[in-house]
T-cell receptor, first 112, second 113 residues
Framework: DAEITQSPRHKITETGRQVTLACHQT?????MFWYRQDLGHGLRLIHY???????NKGEVSDGYSVSRSNTEDLPLTLESAASSQTSVYFC???????????FGQGTRLTVV | GIQVEQSPPDLILQEGANSTLRCNFS?????LQWFHQNPWGQLINLFY???GTKQNGRLSATTVATERYSLLYISSSQTTDSGVYFC???????????????FGQGTILTVHP
C-alpha cells in the first residue's frame, strides 16, 4: 500500500545543532507539506512544495528549510535548533488539484 | 488568511451518546477535511468533504459551503472515539494558497464507558 513515513519518530537534540527530519511518500504526490503542532496553536504550516525543485515558505518558516530533489522526499532541516522548535512535526502529501491530504505518523522533537 | 473555528472546544460523553461537532470558516474553500487525532498522536483521515454529505459507519459529515460551515456527527459513541477532532480547509483565495490546509483548534472528545 502507498504510504507516507517520517523518521525518526522521536529525537532529542541540543540547542544549536542542525537537525534533519525525513519524510518519504510512495503515492507519487506532487504536493508535500510540513506542519508543526503545539499546544494552543493547532497545526501550522512550515514549508511546502508543489514539485521537484519547488519550495515555498509557510506561516512559521523562520529557522527551517526544505529541499525537493525528487517526488518522494521532502526533508525538513532545522539549521540551528532552538528550544522554541520543540514540537511535534507532521509531514503531509496530496495530489495536484488541492485534493485530500494524507499525513505521516509525526516526529516528536525535543531541543534541550 | 482564512479563519477556521471549531466548537465546542471540549466535549465529554457517555458511551452510546450522539454528538455534533461544528466547523465554521471565513472564506470560500475548495477542500475541507475532518481528522481524528488518536491518543498516540496519529492524524486519521475521516472525511474529505468540500461540500455535501458523506457517511462512514457511525460517522457522517455535512458541509454547507455557501454558508461556510461543516458538521461532523458521531452516533453511538465508543471509548475509542476519544481524541481530538480537527477540521482543516484550503481556501480559493489566490493560487499561493492552493492545497495548503489551515486547521481549526480542534475539539477534544472524551467518551467515558
Amino acid at each position: 500500500d502507498a504510504e507516507i513515513t517520517q523518521s525518526p519518530r522521536h529525537k532529542i537534540t541540543e540547542t544549536g545543532r542542525q537537525v534533519t527530519l525525513a519524510c518519504h511518500q510512495t503515492w507519487n504526490h506532487n504536493n508535500m507539506f510540513w506542519y508543526r503542532q503545539d499546544l494552543g496553536h493547532g497545526l501550522r504550516l512550515i514549508h511546502y512544495s508543489y514539485g521537484v525543485q519547488d519550495t515555498n515558505k509557510g506561516e512559521v518558516s523562520d529557522g527551517y528549510s526544505v529541499s525537493r530533489s525528487n517526488t518522494e522526499d521532502l526533508p525538513l532541516t532545522l539549521e540551528s535548533a532552538a528550544s522554541s522548535q520543540t514540537s511535534v512535526y507532521f509531514c503531509a502529501s496530496a495530489r495536484t488539484g488541492g485534493t485530500e491530504a494524507f499525513f505521516g505518523q509525526g516526529t516528536r522533537l525535543t531541543v534541550v | 488568511g482564512i479563519q477556521v473555528e471549531q466548537s465546542p472546544p471540549d466535549l465529554i460523553l457517555q458511551e452510546g451518546a450522539n454528538s455534533t461537532l461544528r466547523c465554521n470558516f471565513s472564506d470560500s474553500v475548495n477542500n475541507l477535511q475532518w481528522f481524528h487525532q488518536n491518543p498516540w498522536g496519529q492524524l486519521i483521515n475521516l472525511f474529505y468533504i468540500p461540500s455535501g454529505t458523506k457517511q462512514n459507519g457511525r460517522l457522517s459529515a455535512t458541509t454547507v459551503a455557501t454558508e461556510r460551515y461543516s458538521l461532523l456527527y458521531i452516533s453511538s459513541s465508543q471509548t475509542t472515539d476519544s481524541g481530538v477532532y480537527f477540521c482543516a480547509v484550503t481556501s480559493y483565495a489566490g493560487g499561493t494558497s492552493y492545497g495548503k490546509l489551515t486547521f481549526g483548534q480542534g475539539t477534544i472528545l472524551t467518551v467515558h464507558p
